[in-house]
Nanobody
Framework: QVQLVETGGGLVQPGGSLRLSCTSSGTFFSIYTMAWYRRAPGKERDLVAVITNSGSTNYADSVKGRFTISRDNAKKQVFLQMNDLKPDDTAVYYC????????????WGQGTQVTVSS
């Protein structure tokens, strides 16, 4: 139902910044709770940040104060501004869209690689 495409990943040095974008196709973007997940090497996929259709946000403790999630309903996009990146942030980052917050109906993007290394 929803196609998601992530962009903005890449290689960055510790302390640097990246801005990830997730662009959605389809309609009714505003009803979706949007989230960013990540999967580090050898780890399971974990929630990084979430933003509801009302604008409420939540963050994993590991990124709180460094990452900011936002959305632009007109452009059908969600963003993840990542500042003060650390090597432990290295992961594939995935965009997630859940209508009315229902994860059982969620769509996923293909992911974008973020590598934080000196």
């Amino acid at each position: 139902q929803v196609q998601l495409v992530e962009t903005g990943g890449g290689l960055v040095q510790p302390g640097g910044s990246l801005r990830l974008s997730c662009t959605s196709s389809g309609t009714f973007f505003s009803i979706y709770t949007m989230a960013w997940y990540r999967r580090a090497p050898g780890k399971e996929r974990d929630l990084v940040a979430v933003i509801t259709n009302s604008g409420s946000t939540n963050y994993a403790d590991s990124v709180k104060g460094r990452f900011t999630i936002s959305r632009d309903n007109a452009k059908k996009q969600v963003f993840l501004q990542m500042n003060d990146l650390k090597p432990d942030d290295t992961a594939v980052y995935y965009c997630n869209a859940a209508p009315y917050g229902l994860q059982s109906q969620a769509s996923w993007g293909q992911g974008t690689q973020v590598t934080v290394s000196s």
